[in-house]
Antibody, heavy 118, light 114 residues
């Protein structure tokens, strides 16, 4: 059974930083591109960032470019999202999702809540 | 970015009746070289992550009941639930994957029981 387990969310002050992790199991992690998708409270879904299977290529939505950094450690089957210069607009549940070769999201974690507030 | 617009924002359907959700993209999602539409549908129940229902606009994911079907091509797509069940109460999202690593979602359609 495919499992994606996010961690690292919490309450952070505006301007602060946070690092999210996503541990994968039940599938060949290194064979899958991975993404972070977020959902603000009561709102829709927003793709945030993606990374290729090797980690050599990374991609970001304009809303987070220059502030967030995605990475992965295939030896640990783990995906990361380093978030800096956080603002209230970044408050959301952050999901990690395995990404098919062509770009739809096959499996999703349960999500981790990031709240940016003073 | 490709803008995805769903309609309606919400709908209430009686049990056993048909539910129809529309999704319109700001540009064609049909890739000429393989004649495939780069469009997926997701279901999100309250307090849960999204779940993949359909990809390539009309291909059901394994395990998805056949009352769910997707149709359409180019810029106009439809998700149909042929006979609404209580467990289908959820928010449904469309997603385009035509532009690699620049994916966008529709705003969501909430389906409730009338």
């Amino acid at each position: 059974e495919v499992q994606l387990l996010e961690s690292g969310g919490g309450l952070v002050q505006p301007g602060g930083s946070l690092r999210l992790s996503c541990a994968g199991s039940g599938f060949t992690f290194s064979n899958n591109a991975m993404s972070w998708v977020r959902q603000a409270p009561g709102k829709g879904l927003e793709w945030v960032s993606g990374i290729s299977t090797s980690g050599g290529s990374t991609y970001y939505a304009d809303s987070v470019k220059g502030r967030f950094t995605i990475s992965r450690d295939n030896s640990k089957n783990t995906l990361y999202l380093q978030m800096t210069s956080l603002s209230a607009e970044d408050t959301a549940v952050y999901y990690c999702a395995s990404t098919s070769l062509v770009g739809y999201f096959e499996y999703w974690g349960q999500g981790t809540l990031v709240t940016v507030s003073s | 970015d490709i803008v995805m617009t769903q309609s309606p924002d919400s709908l209430a359907v009686s049990l056993g009746e048909r539910a129809t959700i529309n999704c319109k993209s700001s540009q064609s999602l049909l890739y000429g070289s393989n004649n495939k539409n780069y469009l997926a549908w997701f279901q999100q129940k309250a307090g849960q992550p999204p779940k993949l229902l359909i990809y390539w606009a009309s291909t059901r994911e394994s395990g998805v009941p056949d009352r769910f079907s997707g149709s359409g091509s180019g810029t106009d797509f439809t998700l149909t639930i042929s006979s609404l069940q209580a467990e289908d109460v959820a928010v449904y999202f469309c997603q385009q994957y035509f532009t690699t690593f620049s994916w966008t979602f529709g705003q969501g359609t909430k389906v409730e029981i009338k």
